[in-house]
């Protein structure tokens, strides 16, 4: 069952970040959370129910908070390399990879492996406040401080609890406690979330993070940079790049192919021998090691007086560093590098016979654009 939900939960998402802007029958434009609700939606970060609503003032889960966190952030991408155990949820859990990745990226924390997480019961808005706050590179500030500023406004301060007073304190320096209008000036720290105010407290937070994120979730938003063969035309856009159609690029083969033995139809495999960067600034588009994968798209042995040998290899699929198999369309036709005498010995006499070793070069033609996210290099899928 926790295996359905999660391939429904992420089919929806999927559907949610391609679609237009939604309208949710139950979210008026004159809803206080409107804009927010509407534009997490279109990022795929938060989705309605199965009938096309919304329900605004129902409660959000643990589990589902830390999913929508990790999306708002843009991370849902990061592998992390040593998880913590609960006793509560296991790897078969829906929101296992995402409530590790909050973890990792300090936005909630656990003293200890084998505490419970309590993924089924409802976020609080002081939980939800405090994952915001932790997302985030802030000044220290002082209990005392804390009360200060929140008591200036907020009638019921002094019932914060202990843990989340200074989290309190530097979301109202940063203007990013969310307060219902029927809330009546009260924090309700203690209080589940609703999704309405899920939503605007996660775009407060989104908004926060574009200018300072914690140092973690610096690194992992920063482009990544090294060296690696140049691609001509390669396009950034903020943080993506996209690798135009018919760039030719360089492979490495895993397995010896000839035009004289090989058969059409057969399955190959290489690698990118080196990083495709953009020029300039060397940002990473495909690391070094992705695994390619497609046929033999033609094949015909050279003959002697009769014809040159072919070889034409068409990749379907790339495997990358962050395990993500996908659609990559090339081409690659094998030749020789001759002098003009054999250029013109080959043109008058054929014969001439094509291969490439176990671990030799080739070069690839894309048949279509690549657009990649330059802070992980996880390729968008069309």
Known sequence: MNKILKMLLSATILI????????YPDVSDS???AKQITELTEKGVIIGY????FQPDNNVTRAEFAAMAIRALGQEHTKVVQPVHFTDIDEEHWAYSDIQKALYFDLISCDKSGELFRPDDSVSRAESISVAVNALTTETISSAK???VLAQKYTDATSVPEWFLIPAGKAEILNMIVVAPDSKGNIDAQRPATRA???????NMMEQAKLNPNAKLAAAMRKKTGDGFEIDGAIVQGSVGIIPEGTIVPIKLNSYISS???QGGVIYTARVPQNYVTKG????????????QGQILDVRPGKYFVRNGVLVLKNSLITTENDQTTSLSGLSEIYKDRNWWMKFVRWAFKGEKLEVMSN???????????????????????
Do not use: F
């Not at 949610?16 to 309208?23: E, I």
């Open 16 to 23: 949610s970040s391609v679609c237009a802007v939604y309208a």
């Open 31 to 33: 809803h206080w959370a």
């Open 50 to 53: 199965p009938d096309g609503t």
């Open 146 to 148: 804390a009360m200060e």
């Open 197 to 203: 105010e899920v939503a605007a407290i996660l775009y």
């Open 260 to 262: 004289q033995t090989s």
């Open 281 to 292: 600034d060397h940002y990473i588009l495909i690391r070094e090691g992705a695994i390619l």
């Open 360 to 382: 030799g070069d080739a070069y690839m033609r894309l048949l279509q654009p690549v657009k990649v996210d330059l802070t992980n290099g996880w390729i968008y899928e069309k």
